[in-house]
Nanobody, 114 residues
């Protein structure tokens, strides 16, 4: 059973930064793709950023230039560096890993507010 454990969420003021972490229970090279999704109240879950096995990155238009996804293959951890945060970035952020099926973390709350 794969486990994905997120951390790093919290309350931050507009313009601030946060770094989310997603620690996987097995090698991240065992996944075809890993990514971060978010879900705001009353909205559908949406892709924020993803990174493939080969290292290619993909970002939602709304976060391009502000967010960066990266990975540490020794720690089996994927990160999401979020800069210049806006109130509309407020959501629960979920880590996702795709292998034989989709795996999800429990989610971490990010609140951007003054």
């Amino acid at each position: 059973q794969v486990q994905l454990v997120e951390s790093g969420g919290g309350l931050v003021q507009p313009g601030g930064s946060l770094r989310l972490s997603c620690a996987a229970s097995r090698s991240i090279f065992s996944f075809n793709d890993m990514g971060w999704y978010r879900q705001a109240p009353g909205k559908q879950r949406e892709l924020v950023a993803s990174i493939t096995y080969g290292g290619s990155r993909n970002y939602a238009d709304s976060v391009k230039g502000r967010f960066a996804i990266s990975r540490d293959t020794v720690k089996n951890t994927v990160y999401l560096q979020m800069n210049s945060l806006k109130p509309e970035d407020t959501a629960v952020y979920y880590c996702n890993a795709l292998a034989d099926k989709d795996y999800w973390g429990q989610g971490t709350q990010v609140t951007v507010s003054s």
